[in-house]
């Protein structure tokens, strides 16, 4: 992957991870705590694919 197409990826994963919070933090004001979890799981996936994609240590 060319540095370009890392940096469009990484913002693509931004937003998705901005989303997935958002979406998170509705479910949990409404008392729907297995969905704020699988909002929260897509999160931290989203995450872990931005440590790999950037090879963070």
Do not use: S, T, W
Not at 7 to 36: P, S
């Amino acid at each position: 992957m060319d540095p370009h197409q890392k940096v469009e990826r990484v913002e693509v994963l931004n937003e998705q991870m901005a989303q997935y919070a958002r979406k998170e933090l509705v479910a949990e004001v409404n008392g729907h705590n297995e969905l704020a979890k699988r909002f929260d799981l897509k999160h931290k996936q989203c995450a872990k694919e931005m440590v790999e994609l950037l090879q963070i240590d």
